[in-house]
């Protein structure tokens, strides 16, 4: 008897910053949260073999809320690179920044690009979102998120979502990276949570035991607007028990 080939999970961050891993050999998927400062950089994404690395920086509510001890974050800047072609790409909510080597150039969301460079491949479709790729390594889709420009606490933001990571090496890396080699849970003793619409369940994942909850995150890849309802296992505490180590030791002292 054949075995299938094991799929790799398929992993996003959008919203606030929910990180999702499809596991598709499941029909299921995990989803954990970082709560960190704005200003903080996290390590999404770091492969040595292709040589591609990604950062985002968290960015806040205009306002901070008082009646909440955790505030709110969003990835308002996002760097990707390759080192071994030389290239920089700087992702805002406001510009898109691409560095090949000494040669820099610029757009902006209101630009329609299709640009081809040896090694880079980038389109961008105008206030929706761009898609990247470097060498022969995976492709990535950038979502612009772009809110009222007078609402009074919330600001545009990014999500970024993977493809093809099967492209990267198994070496990889980062707060997204570790998750492109298929990954294996159990889910146990589902019973009601404190949400009556939210169980809560035990998760044994790498020989770890987790308590989890049912809920939903947000794909906005076909729709940018109102987004697709994912339903997911809400791993808490920063994904400890999930992730490698502890969230703080993906950050990182810069984007590049």
């Known amino acids: 008897m054949s075995v299938p080939p094991r799929i790799p999970s398929r992993v996003s961050i959008d919203g606030d910053p929910h990180f999702i891993i499809s596991v598709p050999q499941k029909e299921d998927a995990i989803c954990?949260?970082?709560?960190?400062?704005?200003?903080?950089?996290?390590?999404?994404?770091?492969?040595?073999?292709?040589?591609?690395?990604?950062?985002?920086?968290?960015?806040?509510?205009k306002k901070a809320n008082n009646d909440s001890k955790i505030q709110n974050t969003y990835f308002g800047?996002?760097?990707?690179?390759?080192?071994?072609?030389?290239?920089?790409?700087?992702?805002?909510?406001?510009?898109?920044?691409?560095?090949?080597?000494?040669?820099?150039?610029?757009?902006?969301?209101?630009?329609?690009v299709t640009l081809q460079q040896e090694g880079l491949n980038l389109i961008i479709n105008r206030k929706k979102n761009l898609v990247?790729?470097?060498?022969?390594?995976?492709?990535?889709?950038?979502?612009?998120?772009?809110v009222w420009k007078k609402h009074p606490l919330h600001q545009d933001f990014l999500g970024?979502?993977?493809l093809d990571s099967g492209k990267l090496s198994k070496q990889t890396h980062g707060l997204l990276?570790?998750?492109?080699?298929?990954?294996?849970f159990t889910i146990l003793e589902i019973h009601p949570g404190s949400d009556p619409k939210k169980?809560?369940?035990?998760?044994?994942?790498k020989n770890n035991e987790l308590t989890v909850t049912?809920?939903?995150?947000?794909?906005?890849?076909?729709?940018?607007?109102?987004?697709i309802d994912v339903p997911c296992w809400f791993v808490h505490n920063n994904g400890a028990g999930l992730i490698d180590g502890v969230h703080t030791d993906y950050i990182v002292s810069s984007l590049f």
């Open 177 to 184: 990276g570790q998750f492109f080699q298929p990954i294996d």
């Open 77 to 112: 800047r996002l760097g990707i690179t390759n080192k071994h072609l030389n290239l920089r790409v700087m992702v805002t909510p406001e510009k898109i920044t691409v560095q090949n080597g000494a040669e820099k150039t610029g757009f902006t969301w209101l630009d329609s």
């Open 199 to 205: 169980p809560d369940a035990t998760m044994i994942v």
């Open 32 to 61: 954990f949260n970082i709560n960190e400062n704005p200003g903080a950089v996290l390590n999404l994404i770091k492969d040595p073999v292709t040589g591609i690395t990604v950062n985002g920086e968290l960015i806040g509510d």
């Open 132 to 146: 990247l790729s470097m060498g022969g390594g995976a492709s990535f889709v950038i979502v612009l998120h772009q």
């Open 214 to 227: 049912r809920g939903w995150q947000k794909d906005y890849r076909k729709d940018p607007k109102n987004g």
């Open 160 to 162: 970024l979502y993977t």
